[in-house]
């Protein structure tokens, strides 16, 4: 069974600090990876994708993600964190079955 | 190009009655999937269609229930309503295979009382 397993709740940081929120999955073959985002009372919003290529990848909103075959990771990145990043994001892993799997979610704070 | 459209936004329902959520998938796209969403169990997968046929299924009870239509559009039902019903219902539309791509909509809050 496919699983995304994101060990931080919460997470506060400064605006125009980096950030990387991390996420483990399990999945027996290659899988397909999402990041998701979601404003509050909002639906999820997709910022990247990877199937298949270049471990790295680039999203919108200036976030950026790799995968890490060896360590069944794919954490997502953002070299400059703005206040309006403020939400929650999701990671998400789907394989040959064509549901989504997601992670329980990492609650982002900006502080000023 | 118009997102996925779900109605209605907000829904109180009393606890024994049924409640009909839509979801109007965005134009070209042929795949729905229907999620939900609560504190305690996060984002969990009820169903998905394609070309008005049922793909899979999540692991809920047969009191939610969901069906396609032939322009894709396509709604969700939940009988016999229960306060643990409460949630955030997501409607996602994806151009074919959902596994490559999936929109998803503002969601439908259905509160149980």
């Known amino acids: 069974a496919q699983s995304v397993t994101q060990p931080d709740i919460h997470i506060t940081v400064s605006e125009g600090a980096s950030l990387e929120l991390r996420c483990n999955y399990s999945?027996?073959?290659?899988?397909?990876l999402f990041w998701y985002v979601q404003s509050p009372g909002q639906g999820l919003q997709l910022l990247l994708k990877?199937?298949?290529?270049?471990?790295l990848v680039q999203g919108i909103k200036g976030f950026e993600a790799e995968f890490k075959r060896s360590q069944s990771s794919f954490n997502l990145r953002k070299p400059s964190v703005h206040w309006s990043d403020a939400a929650e994001y999701f990671c998400?892993?789907?394989?040959?079955?064509?549901?989504?799997?997601f992670g329980t979610g990492t609650r982002l704070q900006v502080t000023l | 190009k118009a997102g996925v459209t779900q109605t209605p936004r907000y829904l109180i329902k009393t606890r024994g009655q049924q409640v009909t959520l839509s979801c109007s998938p965005i134009?070209?796209?042929?795949?729905v999937s229907w999620y939900q969403q609560t504190p305690g169990q996060g984002l969990q997968f009820l169903f998905e269609?394609?070309?008005?046929?049922?793909?899979n299924k999540g692991n809920f009870p047969g009191r939610f229930s969901g069906r396609q239509f032939s322009n894709s559009r396509s709604e969700m039902n939940v009988s016999t309503l229960e306060l643990g019903d409460s949630a955030l219902y997501l409607c996602?539309?994806?151009?074919?295979?959902?596994?490559?791509?999936?929109?998803f909509g503002q969601g439908t809050r259905l509160t149980v009382v």
């Open positions: 990877y199937f298949s290529g270049d471990t």
């Open positions: 996602a539309s994806g151009p074919g295979v959902m596994n490559t791509e999936a929109f």
């Open positions: 998400a892993v789907s394989g040959t079955a064509s549901k989504l799997t």
């Open positions: 134009s070209g796209h042929r795949s």
């Open positions: 999945y027996g073959a290659t899988p397909y």
């Open positions: 269609y394609f070309s008005e046929t049922q793909r």
